[in-house]
């Protein structure tokens, strides 16, 4: 018996530490997520304008770039950006497939599902939304039940368990993406126009809000207002008549109006 209880604090302790390792390999947000493998065109702090198709990690993103420009002799084949990074880039376009394409075809099927949601779409988001406005009770029950357990069988005596249990709940309630905001929720699939600053002034560019996070806005067929991008579009194969998906940082831009 002294074996056993000597031998499940570190159990424990192992597996809450293996729980967090594996989860904050995965941990991405998912908005972002949503973009992965699109060729997408970013802009860096140094106002350098990048061009890439999109892989995205735990520690930051990756953007191939060695088919991006044929005619440029070049021993690059990815720019690699860490998360630090990441947080400080204003914005990501991707620019929506050709309408005559089967990607096309899902691209508009998509957005017309965004704004007719279908009932299960309706549910599904329910219960995301219900899972988030009690996630402190969750957590709160989570912390109470690790207690329980740490102040039994000598587990409570092992060194630093209570800050790796603490971990392991921070972990556990931070699976499902995104808290509840009752604003972006109610504009969700809805046209509206977002609010950034260029050049120290103000511009608006609308579009349909298909989700959010902590970190991001991501919005759908956008209508682009920066001047200065229209040269830098061609790298995404720009059309007059074709339509960009747009991820705004939220420290750079804010849902500000709603439209009809």
Known sequence: MDTFTFWLPL??????AL??????????DHCLKKFEANKILLSLTT????????????????????DLHPNKKSSFRSRIIYSAEVEKIPYMIRQAPDPDTRAGLKWKKDRERLLRPLIQDRFKRY???SYNMLRDSFGQALKAIIGSISKDTHLGKAKDSDKRFQ???TNLTGIVP????????????????????????LIYESGILEDYSSKYLLFRDVQL??????????ELGYKDSCSYDVLYSRTEAVLRFSLN
């Open 167 to 169: 971990e392991m709940q």
């Open 47 to 66: 106002g350098e304008r990048v061009c890439g198709k999109l892989e995205v990690f735990a520690q930051g993103i990756e953007l191939q770039i060695s």
């Open 225 to 234: 207002s920066e001047h200065a991008l229209k040269e830098h579009l061609s």
């Open 127 to 129: 219960l995301l939304n």
């Open 19 to 28: 729980i967090g390792a594996v989860i904050k390999r995965r941990a991405c």
């Open 178 to 201: 995104n808290a509840w905001e009752p604003i972006l929720e109610k504009y969700r699939g809805k046209k509206v126009a977002v609010e950034r600053t260029v050049d120290g002034g």
């Open 11 to 16: 159990i424990l302790l192992f597996i809450s």
